[in-house]
């Protein structure tokens, strides 16, 4: 069996993500969209929430599954039995971050491919960070992510709003 990792944060999974992991399941017999527990970023969706909203997403997808992991990506790869680790692309900084991890990677783990797929044109403004502050303002994302997703955003929103909290992201639209 061929299978794949396709690792990310999903702080909110979009449309751009669930693209590219459709997209790896026409390559792959199974792709795992495996959902970092500790992302180097602040994070506005738990743990619980990101993975329950990804297989919302993937539910009619047999296929695709949905986990939660934990430390070294490779690892995680290496005992799940994946031959290979799914990155999507989408701008030309993203191409240079993946080149030098698909290096580093392929240093821990010479036996597991990196796959870059390549966004479609239709998600290259789609970014997770674009899709919280959007949200946060009180802006319309459904165009971005599924309407359950946006439901989710809405009242995350309304509870730090409640409590006259934001979640601090360091990335801007309004810069």
Request: no cysteine; aromatic share 8%; proline share 4%.
């Amino acid at each position: 069996m061929r299978r794949a990792v396709y690792p990310a944060s999903l702080d909110p999974i979009h449309n751009g993500h669930i693209d590219i992991a459709l997209r790896a399941s026409r390559i792959f017999d199974e792709v795992i969209v495996a959902i970092y527990d500790m992302p180097k970023k602040k994070v506005l969706l738990t743990l619980e929430e990101r993975v329950l909203l990804a297989k919302r997403a993937f539910a009619e997808q047999k296929n695709i599954l949905v986990a939660p992991y934990s430390g070294l990506t490779v690892n995680y790869a290496k005992q799940e039995g994946a031959m290979a680790l799914i990155r999507g692309l989408r701008v030309f900084s993203d191409f240079e971050f993946e080149f030098r991890m698909g290096l580093a990677n392929k240093q821990l783990a010479p036996e597991i491919e990196t796959v870059a797929i390549m966004t479609d044109e239709k998600h290259l403004h789609i970014s997770s960070s674009t899709i919280r502050e959007i949200a946060e303002l009180g802006g319309d994302v459904r165009s971005m992510v599924p309407g359950f997703v946006a439901d989710k955003l809405a009242e995350r929103f309304a509870e730090l709003h409640a409590n006259h909290s934001s979640p601090g992201y360091m990335i801007s639209i309004r810069d």
